[in-house]
């Protein structure tokens, strides 16, 4: 069995160890141009030529959970592509946002401000019940982070493409539902996958169907938000601010009005990262899976993006 591995974000160096010492019996190596055929591909944003050279995969790892670059590229015909399940990523998804949720409502960056300018300040302590959190987006992220939510007892919502029930959480299915479910929200947390229905999804119209004062945290994609409308919703003062851990461009560009709003906390794409060693064990099982005929979580339908 030969195994290649790229990523544009790593050298490699600390995976391959890693998968062959879970694929002792396999050919582990870097993808380079012209190298071997491979039955296997472990990748994060690799280059077309991987997959104009690569034709005789038998599948496609991809070592994180969003699939949005790699589904841009013409991939081999019939190949499967599959994504990661977890590995690790869904606690520390739930933690960043429950983090961003409580500091927003507990107003801890006024009370951060106040006390760097030597400001002994007092705030009437809000109620939950005015500050219902709505989860875009329910899969194993989404639904992971709208449980941790709620147990810092926040009414929450979610919304999903396709119906989905959850203990304690009032779900809004489809687009039908998505005013209601942005009308019935005053945090709204983006964590959909990016598909061509889903790109500019948090427009203008959308981000005005949020309550009044609310507040916008994506950790899913940049271009799910139209800049310019979230900064108009700022300025105006529908939006009370905003948390941004992606963005169209990255790194953020210099001079991107984002750093310097005041309204915004910037984070640089970091509230879930691949932890290698999980993801290693995931996919080796996932191999055997395939290699015994077996079917495999985590297939992603090109149709719909995920």
Not at 180 to 203: G, K, W
Request: charged letters at 20%; proline letters at 6%; aromatic letters at 8%.
């Amino acid at each position: 069995m030969r195994v290649i591995y790229f990523s544009a974000d790593q050298d490699g160096a600390a995976w391959i160890p890693g998968l062959q010492a879970a694929l002792p019996g396999a050919q582990i190596s870097l993808w380079e141009r012209g190298a071997r055929a491979a039955d296997y591909a472990v990748v994060w944003k690799p280059p077309q030529q991987l997959f104009d050279e690569q034709t005789q995969l038998k599948a496609l790892f991809n070592t994180g959970a969003g699939v949005d670059a790699l589904l841009k590229l013409r991939l081999p015909d019939g190949v499967p592509v599959i994504r990661l399940d977890d590995a690790g990523m869904s606690v520390q998804m739930a933690e960043f946002v429950c983090h961003a949720v409580v500091r927003h409502f507990r107003e801890f960056a006024d009370y951060e401000s106040d006390m760097e300018m030597g400001k002994w300040s007092f705030r009437k302590p809000r109620s939950r019940l005015d500050f219902p959190v709505g989860v875009l987006g329910l899969g194993v992220l989404g639904e992971r982070v709208a449980k941790a939510v709620a147990q810092f007892d926040f009414p929450v919502n979610g919304w999903t493409r396709t119906s989905k029930a959850l203990p304690g959480v009032q779900c809004f299915v489809g687009d039908a539902q998505l005013d209601d479910f942005l009308a019935a929200s005053r945090i709204v947390v983006c964590l959909l996958p990016l598909t061509p229905e889903t790109e500019n999804l948090l427009n203008a119209q959308r981000l005005a169907r949020i309550r009044p004062g609310g507040y916008v945290i994506n950790v899913a994609r940049g271009a799910h938000i139209v800049d310019a409308d979230l900064l108009t919703c700022l300025d105006s003062g529908h939006l009370a601010g905003a948390a941004l851990d992606v963005f169209r461009v990255e790194p953020l560009p210099k001079g991107h009005p984002f750093w310097q709003h005041p309204k915004i906390t910037l984070t640089p794409h970091t509230s879930a990262r691949t932890l290698r060693s999980e993801s290693i064990a995931q996919i080796v099982g996932k191999i055997a899976a395939i290699e015994r005929g077996d079917a495999v979580a985590g297939t992603v339908d090109p149709n719909r993006g995920y």
